[in-house]
């Protein structure tokens, strides 16, 4: 049969109605922000506390009309912590659920497995794991960290030990993940370089139930101050222990999980808590007026009720909820969700204002989070997620 011109008319008619359909669709299609977590396992504290903070901005923003029209979708698995199942995770979201962009995972460890997968698969990664290798514009052009990097950490931590603290005697630990493998191995040649002397250095496995031998070890070799690295709060808390039972009261001074509402549940007594200090955050510190920075409180008292944070840490929920605020505002500012409009507007974050922090990202640099805002908290000031600073802060 042959073709007409009004057939030709007609189908280029229905052509033309098709195209400009399609770019409608896209624009009220969902963003979907695909979720790594460690919502179980021993190391969930932090996940669960990262998934408190983006739920609730994903319904605020949701419910406000979404970016640019378009509501964000968060597709959540958990992880359990375990590297395999963070691989597998990865794999689904980069090619079978074809997420815009990854929050996540929560661990150094799980992020070391996963990162390159994300890479090659050109997917949008934002995560806060501190382990500095991970963050590497050639190798992975689209991955950015939310929170601060294992070297701005250990100078952080070293330097209040030996300048504030004024100790030189130091036992480091960490555990036998990625994350404590490599914190440990990045930190002590800091320490030395600052003057340190690192009298025990070991790495635990996050299950040995009595850390007993290994604490007696460290008061043996004349440690005056325990470092530890692991975002285990089961450990952290038998450690704080086995150091009360040996009656020994040397200073904790390590990992924000030291402050977690898991090492307070699991500590033997109260008493357990006193002198440990956890790297901390300005945005999340009381003041010596017992108040937080005002966009902090504005923040906490807009959850009040909605997300109960006497049980996990204010910055893993700030965190959380600045995510889903980056990925609506990369949205609503390119006008799409494609991987190159979100990593164009992420490139182009100058003093972002989060909860957490103000974040500033360029091309050449994926490091966001600014250095001085990092401090040492007092852990048993822990208070709806926050802390007072350790002594020796003005």
């Known amino acids: 049969m042959p073709i007409t011109r009004r057939d030709m008319l007609l189908g280029g008619g229905l052509a033309g109605a098709a195209a400009l359909a399609r770019p409608a669709l896209a624009q009220s299609a969902p963003i979907r922000l695909g979720w790594l977590a460690a919502l179980t396992g021993p190391g969930s504290s932090a996940g669960i506390g990262f998934d408190r903070g983006v739920n609730f901005a994903v319904n605020e923003i949701n419910a406000a009309g979404g970016a640019k029209g378009r509501k964000i979708e968060l597709v959540t698995r958990d992880t359990q912590g375990d590297p395999t199942k963070c691989v597998n995770a990865s794999v689904e979201m980069a090619q079978r659920l074809k997420v815009d962009a990854v929050w996540g995972p929560c661990n150094s460890g799980e992020a070391l497995a996963c990162t390159p997968i994300l890479a090659r698969a050109h997917v949008p990664q934002i995560h806060p794991c501190f382990v500095d290798t991970l963050i590497d514009t050639t190798k992975y052009p689209n991955a950015y960290r939310i929170a601060c990097s294992n070297q701005q950490l250990g100078e952080a931590s070293s330097k209040y030990v030996l300048e504030i603290m004024k ?4 036992a480091i630990i960490g555990d036998t993940t990625g994350y404590g ?7 002590a040649p800091t320490i030395k ?22 604490v007696i070890r460290m008061r043996d070799a004349g440690a005056k101050v325990i470092m530890p690295w692991s975002v285990n709060g089961g450990l952290l808390a038998r450690l704080l222990n086995a150091r009360a039972e040996l009656g020994w ?28 200090y956890l790297m901390g955050f300005r945005s999340c510190s009381f003041d ?13 008292q807009r959850i009040s009720g909605k997300i109960n944070l006497a049980d996990t840490s204010l910055w893993w929920v700030a965190c959380g909820y600045d995510v889903a605020n980056l990925i609506a505002k990369a949205v609503a500012e390119s006008g ?9 507007a992420w490139n182009g974050l100058t003093k972002y204002p989060g909860i957490y922090g103000d974040y500033t990202y360029t091309a050449q ?12 908290s ?15 802060y003005g």
């Open 167 to 170: 100790v030189r005697e130091i």
């Open 181 to 187: 493998t490599s914190t440990v191995q990045a930190y």
């Open 193 to 214: 370089q600052m003057g340190g002397n690192i009298v025990y250095q070991a790495l635990i496995e996050a299950s040995q139930a009595d850390l007993s031998a290994d």
């Open 249 to 276: 009261d040397v200073p904790v001074v390590g990992h924000p999980a030291l402050g977690s509402g898991e090492v307070k549940a699991l500590l033997a007594k109260p008493a357990n808590w006193e002198k440990v």
């Open 288 to 300: 010596e007026g017992g108040k937080l920075p005002q966009r902090t409180q504005n923040f906490v």
């Open 336 to 344: 799409g969700a494609s991987a190159d409009d979100i990593i164009k």
């Open 365 to 376: 640099q994926h490091n966001g989070y600014p250095t001085d805002e990092i401090v040492l």
């Open 378 to 392: 007092a852990a048993n000031s822990f208070r709806d997620g926050a802390f007072a600073l350790a002594p020796g």
